[in-house]
């Protein structure tokens, strides 16, 4: 290292695993990132794409500039200029057609960036509209919502105890390329290892023979679309053998009476037909969830992104509860990060969604948002509410959502629309102004989501790295904020950041379980009034947490400044049991089978019954399904030269036989066509992927004019959500359905 070399310690924020970084700088320039070997949780764990910070801010393709568009070209412009531009086109819209034409998409690095976390509810309550969307609906809002029915709030979400289980049963999952997810472990694939070298046991149920498979002691190649009937069948085997327990959580349960009648149609020998598995592995997965020492079952988006998905969620905590192992050591417990609210028993107000439907197709609103895959039916269906226009922040749904070629389509037709976002990318390229915010490396961290669905209670901030003149994307959400809410172009994003301030400050000092309560307001703020509005935020939250420094009550405890004294983290320890205080339903009991599953369950008979005797137990049917690979990240990082070096791999897979007997030989590229749409990729035949079964990974297509990622561009691939049907949802979340797609495959002529 040379004299004039630093080195700095950080989170890194691509995914949900939260490893630390080690950096080495001369400089503005990284010329070094390795894994911090020092992080209380990660180890020295670092994957490919840890090591891209430093590209990831040079990128010459990465936004400096706002742009905007004249005559149908993005240009420069400086940054006054564009937010006069946002105020005209909100104004011209308001005038035209009212603010429910307004609509905004929040994409997944919201939840991975500390702007996106504080600086969007504001946004969004600066306009009177129900046309808000996320990627949430192509993900994880099934799991929201069971854990919303079943515990009370939709952030409730259990992890399983992963350095601690016997037995790990998981579905739909690829950790070893994805890291994880809605289970934040940095190096997840070496706590997989660390199970099986203990003894423990890992089954693994997904349709291809992934690298997570490989590590485990038993792989199921399950028919896609089935996993709820075959946790079901699993739960009436455990009824039928006696072997029900439901251990410490018995007394805390409303609504077990009623499981076992509920669960005997899904009979072990129909089930495993329509699974295409073996009925004596459903009855060997009960077993022995049953015998083992502790037991978790994790499902992801395999399961989670499809037509039962909020049913298939719901069975597999059922499971863990069936088999005693809710909410203790080495089963499932809830994380308690530094930024919970104080716990306290007794009803609460429990989970409501339905509150208003969508315009067009009645989709239930769920957590405060409409189904991503019903925003081309907003868009174009003519009338009063119609979207006219949008705003993107951090997101790219027209790779990332169904039916992409119908929303490419749509969002050209927008009268106006605004993203905040480092790239022009396939989306943002319809934009008439584009807002980037600085770099991953010109900005702070705290993983205030992620530290929630963790497997270990963790604190870790990080500072940024290097300084910059330009807005933070903290102060561009807050100029919109005050656009939208008429305040004008010029207003000073501090009037929202210090309402924000202010106002959660005022909330706790008026919360009697606060450690704050009764304090005086002025007092507090004046204790945060020199940092920067978001760190000022952290820093209260962290200190009236559960581990919180109370303002002095407990000098021991957390605050930002204990955080910035430790740069690789504080571990807060392992996950307690949590019942019944973590509970806020209206009953105050863990509903374990809600009303709204219970009537969603007669919509999965009706499938079972219809799978049984239909063509769904038909192999030479094809389906498709996705997957990841551990250089990339959604549609957004194939920018970066040395994470898309190499082979092609945006590959249709295929099994030999069904290649054999569709004509397809390697080399030479598949037509791919759905209900919506049809495209052609290389062919990759491999025996790791279930007969009946095709797969192409998301995030690729990157041939879009318009856009501006010189590097993706080379190696284009193509967008499988051209495939995926926006049609189909899961009632229940109002999920898209981006697995288990019927499609019909052959040889492509040219
Ligand atoms: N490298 C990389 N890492 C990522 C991301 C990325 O794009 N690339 N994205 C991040 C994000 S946003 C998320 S949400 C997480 C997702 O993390 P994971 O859920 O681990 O994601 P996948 O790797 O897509 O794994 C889904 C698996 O489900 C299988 N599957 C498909 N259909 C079915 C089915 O019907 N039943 C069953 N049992 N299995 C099925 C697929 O074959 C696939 O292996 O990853 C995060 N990490
Ligand atoms: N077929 C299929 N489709 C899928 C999936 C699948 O498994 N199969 N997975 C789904 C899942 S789990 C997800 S999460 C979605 C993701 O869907 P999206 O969130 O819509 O898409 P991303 O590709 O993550 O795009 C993220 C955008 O955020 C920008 N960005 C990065 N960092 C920042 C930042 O700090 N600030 C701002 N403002 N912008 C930033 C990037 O430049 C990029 O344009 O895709 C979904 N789509
Ligand atoms: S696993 Fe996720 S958090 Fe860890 S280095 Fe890779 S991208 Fe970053
Ligand atoms: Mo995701």
């Known amino acids: 290292m040379s004299d004039t070399a630093r080195t700095v310690f950080r989170t890194c924020p691509l995914c949900e695993a939260t490893c630390g970084l080690e950096l080495t700088l001369e400089g503005d320039r990284v010329t070094k990132i390795r894994g911090d070997e020092q992080d209380v949780f990660s180890s020295g764990f670092i994957c490919p794409k840890g090591t891209t910070l430093g590209a990831l801010h040079e990128d010459p393709d990465r936004l400096r500039k706002p742009l905007v568009k004249r005559d149908g070209k993005h240009v420069e412009v400086e940054w006054d200029e564009a937010f006069a531009a946002v105020e005209a086109g909100f104004s011209r819209l308001r005038d035209e057609s009212g603010d429910e034409s307004v609509g905004f998409y929040l994409g997944n690095p919201n939840v991975h960036n500390l702007a996106g976390a504080f600086f969007v509810r504001p946004l969004l309550q600066s306009i009177k509209t129900r046309n808000v969307y996320s990627a949430s609906t192509v993900d994880q809002m099934p799991r929201h919502v069971s854990c919303g029915l079943m515990y009370g709030s939709a952030d409730a979400i259990p992890v399983p105890d992963l350095d601690r289980t016997d037995y790990l049963l998981m579905l739909g999952a690829n950790p070893v390329e994805s890291n994880g997810s809605l289970c934040t472990a940095p190096d997840f694939p070496g706590r997989l290892k660390r199970l099986r070298e203990r003894g423990g046991t890992l089954v693994v149920v997904d349709p291809r023979t992934t690298r997570t498979a490989k590590l485990a002691d038993r792989h199921l190649a399950i028919r896609p679309g089935t996993d709820p009937h075959f946790l079901l069948a699993i739960a009436k085997v455990l009824f039928d053998e006696g072997l029900v327990d439901y251990g410490s959580v018995a007394q805390h349960l409303e609504g077990a009476d009623a499981i076992e009648a509920a669960v005997q149609g899904f009979d072990s020998e129909r089930v495993a037909e329509i699974c295409g598995l073996d009925a004596d592995d459903i009855r060997l997965l009960a077993r022995e969830l049953a015998g083992a020492e502790s037991a978790a079952v994790y499902g992801r988006i395999g399961v989670h992104t499809a037509e039962f998905g909020t049913l298939t969620s719901w069975a597999s905590d059922l499971l863990v509860i069936l088999t005693g192992n809710f909410d203790r050591e080495g089963g499932m ?203 000022a935020l952290l820093d209260i939250m962290l200190r009236t947490g559960p581990w919180g420094d109370g303002f002095g009550s407990d000098p021991e405890g957390l605050s930002l400044a204990r955080l910035e004294a430790n740069p690789h983290g504080i571990d807060l320890g392992a996950l307690e049991p949590a019942l019944p205080a973590v509970l806020s339903t209206a009953s105050g009991k863990l509903e374990v089978f809600p009303e709204a599953i219970a009537q969603d369950l007669t919509r999965l008979q009706a499938d079972f019954t219809s799978r049984s005797e239909g ?119 109002g999920n898209a359905v981006l697995n288990g797609i019927p499609v019909e495959v052959e040889a492509a002529t040219a």
Not at 361 to 382: F, N, Q, Y
Not at 383 to 390: F, I, P, T, V, Y
Request: aromatic share 4%.
């Open 615 to 733: 063509p769904a137990n038909d192999d030479t049917r094809l389906c498709l399904v996705g997957r990841r690979t551990v250089r990339s990240n959604n549609s957004w990082m194939h920018n970066v030269e040395t994470l898309v070096r190499g082979r092609d791999r945006c590959t249709l897979q295929i099994h030999p036989d069904d290649a054999t007997r569709l004509g397809l030989s390697t080399g030479s590229n598949a037509r791919i066509t759905s209900r919506v749409g049809s495209v052609e990729a290389p062919i990759e035949i491999t025996a790791e992927i279930r007969r009946g079964v095709v797969s192409l990974p998301h995030g690729y297509g990157h041939d879009l004019r318009g856009a501006g990622l010189s590097v993706a561009s080379k190696t284009p691939g193509v967008n499988s959500n051209r495939l995926t049907d926006d049609q189909p949802l899961d009632v229940l979340s």
């Open 333 to 535: 417990l809830f994380p308690y990060s530094a930024l919970s609210r104080k716990r306290r028993e007794g009803p609460g107000r429990g989970f409501k969604a339905g509150r208003w439907q969508s315009r067009v197709r009645r989709a239930p609103e769920v957590r405060g948002e409409l189904p991503i895959a019903t925003i081309a039916d907003e868009i174009e269906t003519e009338g009063a509410g119609q979207l006219r226009g949008l705003v993107t922040i951090a997101g790219n749904p027209v790779l990332s959502a169904p039916n992409g070629e119908r929303l490419d389509a749509a969002f050209a037709g927008l009268s106006f629309m605004v993203s905040v976002d480092p790239y022009l990318n396939e989306t943002t390229r319809h934009a008439d102004v584009v807002l980037p915010p600085p770099s991953v490396l010109e900005r702070s961290h705290y993983d205030v989501a992620f530290y929630g669905i963790s497997v270990r209670n963790i604190a870790n901030y990080s500072a940024a790295v290097l300084a910059t003149d330009a807005p933070s994307e903290a102060d561009i959400l807050s100029r919109l904020a005050l656009i939208a809410a008429g305040q004008g172009a010029d207003a000073d994003p501090k009037i929202v950041q210090r309402m924000l301030v202010r106002g959660l400050i005022e909330r706790e000092v008026g919360n009697e379980y606060s450690s704050i309560h009764g304090r005086d307001a002025d007092e507090i703020e004046a204790e945060v009034g020199a940092l920067p509005a978001t760190e």
